[in-house]
Antibody, heavy 123, light 113 residues
């Protein structure tokens, strides 16, 4: 199954930027799409972004489109989420997630979850 | 966007009894050319990340006990726990993966009666 480990969370002021990273191991990273999913305190799950197995396709939720950018480095087994112009409603636990199906570009369930990294946006 | 609506919001069931959670999609998540429903179920215990239980509406993920069963097609789906165990206390989410944005239901919190 493998595992993923997120890092980079923290407290940031509104309008500032933050970059989350995710290190993957125990599976063939370059065969799977990777996602970011977040969960606001006491709330449900919100999918944010997917990057295809080869990095060629990316899709975003409307709530983050134009502000967040997902990227991956298949040589280092890492995926990142660059978050710009952060808002208080971006405060959440951010999960890095491996997709369930090999070689997909958008159609995907969520198979391997990290423990998450907390992002708090506050002045 | 495909909106996923779960019911009930919360549920209390006695140990050993059946628990049923419903999920309704605002449009069909059945894909004709693949003959599959693009629907997954997750379990999230307090303080833990979600865990994939079922995909393709009814296929159990490896290691998931067979008391968990997914059913339904098109727009209406059900997660059934045939005999509730104490360790099944959790919040359950459905998710469609037919189209982006990939969307979740609001969750159903399952407790012991």
């Amino acid at each position: 199954q493998g595992q993923v480990v997120e890092s980079g969370g923290g407290v940031v002021q509104p309008g500032r930027s933050l970059r989350l990273s995710c290190a993957a191991s125990g599976f063939t990273f370059s065969s799977y799409a990777m996602h970011w999913v977040r969960q606001a305190p006491g709330k449900g799950l919100e999918w944010l972004a997917i990057i295809s197995y080869d990095g060629g396709d990316k899709h975003y939720a409307d709530s983050v489109k134009g502000r967040f950018t997902i990227s991956r480095d298949n040589s280092k087994n890492t995926v990142s989420l660059q978050m710009n112009n952060l808002r208080p409603d971006d405060t959440a636990l951010y999960y890095c997630v491996r997709g369930a199906f090999e070689h997909t570009t958008s159609i995907d369930a969520f198979s391997v979850w990290g423990q998450g990294t907390v992002v708090a946006v506050s002045s | 966007d495909i909106v996923m609506t779960q019911s009930p919001h919360s549920l209390a069931v006695s140990l050993g009894e059946r628990a049923t959670i419903n999920c309704k999609a605002s449009q069909s998540v059945f894909y004709n050319s693949r003959n599959k429903d693009f629907l997954a179920w997750y379990q999230q215990k307090p303080g833990q990340p979600p865990k994939l239980l079922i995909y393709w509406a009814s296929t159990r993920e490896s290691g998931v006990p067979d008391r968990f069963a997914g059913s339904g097609s098109g727009t209406d789906f059900t997660l059934t726990i045939s005999s509730l165990q104490a360790e099944d206390v959790a919040t359950y989410y459905c998710q469609q993966y037919l189209n982006t944005p990939l969307t979740f239901g609001g969750g159903t919190k399952l407790e012991i009666k």
